[in-house]
């Protein structure tokens, strides 16, 4: 029973998080500057790299590209083909994310 009621609170909970990670969705953005600290290495990661800082993911990649951003409890943030260069994602909500590229997955705290 205690278990059960457990369940019942974390799925409410879950649910009431949900809009506030769905407000942080946002469009990826081409830009031409990098500033901030790398979290992959080129050489190990096909030429993809990535980058954060205060509130944005920044990726530099010299081929076209799927990518994902998800929260930590596994919710699709955002979605997208990015196209070779440098894209940044700008997050309201600060936190952990997983960012997935092929089979690059990629933890960044923000």
């Known amino acids: 029973m ?3 009621r457990f369940f019942v ?3 409410a909970l879950m649910m009431l998080a949900a809009p506030l990670t769905m407000s942080a969705r946002a469009q990826w ?3 031409t500057q990098v500033q ?7 050489k190990a990661t096909d030429g993809v790299e990535i980058f954060q800082r205060s509130g944005t993911i920044t990726i530099r990649t010299q081929r076209t ?9 596994g919710q699709l943030v955002s979605q997208a ?3 070779p260069g440098i894209a940044e994602l700008k997050l309201n909500t ?4 997983l ?11 923000l």
């Open 2 to 4: 205690v278990k059960r």
């Open 9 to 11: 609170i974390l799925a």
């Open 29 to 31: 953005r081409e830009t």
């Open 36 to 42: 901030g600290r790398s979290l992959t290495d080129p």
């Open 65 to 73: 590209i799927q990518v994902r951003v998800f929260t930590i409890l």
């Open 81 to 83: 083909t990015l196209q």
């Open 94 to 97: 600060r936190g952990i994310y």
């Open 99 to 109: 960012v997935k590229i092929g089979n690059i997955t990629q933890k960044v705290a």
